[in-house]
């Protein structure tokens, strides 16, 4: 099963720069899409769509533009893209990472290997300005029963590295409204319903991680929503009360500690 359609949403603060070598990332997969969706959650900027007509312009059969007026926020602007999708292999990518060019490759390798397969992820090389500068590595479990385990408590998917199926994704309702964290939402609930899922142990992107990233951490919004995530997983039977309490420990904590604190920690105990 080669054939697959790649995810993106389009908010009005990206940069045209960053959009242009994210989507150019995906064009230059080793094993193309057929369809690359971009969901325009609200209104966006001149540069921003001057840089859709250049990709559409030069690839007219394989850009799919949709969206609204009015941002609805990331969950919405996905459910709209997965609905429209015209494959059951879908590709997540955000428009300010870079994926490696054989990313998507591997991943249809992995779902080929693997049918049963609902999620297929992978580590992401975290970087500052250029992917040549990369400062960390996120390494996620690759076998299923260690991901199950791991996602009670944290992320254990690198959201914009991710491909999945259509029809699971849709069997538990898509993403919720959440205004954060809903990949973590979505995917401990998928776990819990019973989709299994792998992580390939090497990097196939690399992820931008800039200030707006760390003030995105470093927000109560931000703590409030993964705690409650992780509350929500609690109430469905997921979580347990100590997985909840460490993370209302955990996440709290990083919140108060100063920036060049949290910063030390992410890169001496969470990131590789």
């Known amino acids: 099963m080669d054939k697959y359609s790649v995810l993106m949403s389009l908010y009005i603060k990206e940069k045209?720069?960053?959009?242009?070598l994210a989507v150019q990332s995906m064009v230059d997969q080793t094993i193309s899409p057929d369809e690359i969706i971009i969901v325009k959650d609200g209104s966006v900027t001149p540069e921003l769509l001057a840089v859709?007509?250049?990709?559409?312009?030069?690839?007219?059969?394989?850009?799919?533009?949709?969206?609204y007026e009015q941002n609805k926020g990331l969950g919405y602007a996905l459910n709209y893209g997965i609905e429209r999708s015209k494959n059951e292999l879908i590709a997540r990518?955000?428009?300010?990472?870079?994926?490696?060019?054989?990313?998507?490759?591997?991943?249809?390798?992995?779902?080929?290997?693997?049918p049963e397969l609902a999620i297929v992820g992978s580590n992401v090389d975290e970087f500052c300005f250029d992917p040549k500068n990369v400062v960390s590595v996120r390494a996620v479990p690759t076998e299923h029963k260690d991901i199950y385990e791991f996602a009670k408590r944290r992320s254990a998917f690198n959201h914009p590295a991710v491909m999945y199926k259509k029809s699971a994704v849709l069997s538990v309702g898509?993403?919720?409204?959440?205004?954060?964290?809903?990949?973590?939402?979505?995917?401990?609930?998928m776990l819990f319903s019973g989709c299994k899922a792998a992580n390939i142990g090497e990097s196939l992107?690399?992820?931008?991680?800039?200030?707006?990233?760390?003030?995105?951490?470093?927000?109560?919004?931000?703590?409030?929503?993964?705690?409650?995530?992780?509350?929500?997983?609690?109430?469905?039977?997921?979580?347990?009360?100590?997985?909840?309490?460490?993370?209302?420990?955990?996440?709290?904590?990083?919140?108060?500690?100063?920036?060049?604190?949290?910063?030390?920690?992410y890169k001496k105990f969470l990131r590789g």
């Open 174 to 189: 898509g993403y919720s409204d959440l205004r954060r964290n809903q990949d973590v939402e979505l995917f401990g609930r």
């Open 205 to 265: 992107l690399w992820f931008r991680s800039d200030d707006a990233l760390a003030k995105r951490r470093k927000s109560w919004e931000n703590t409030k929503s993964y705690i409650n995530t992780i509350k929500k997983f609690r109430k469905m039977g997921y979580s347990d009360f100590g997985d909840l309490a460490a993370v209302a420990i955990a996440q709290t904590g990083m919140f108060l500690c100063p920036a060049k604190l949290q910063h030390w920690i």
């Open 16 to 20: 045209p720069e960053y959009l242009r």
């Open 93 to 114: 990518m955000d428009t300010d990472d870079i994926s490696k060019p054989e990313r998507c490759e591997k991943q249809l390798e992995m779902f080929a290997k693997n």
């Open 52 to 67: 859709l007509d250049e990709f559409t312009e030069k690839y007219p059969a394989l850009f799919s533009i949709v969206g």
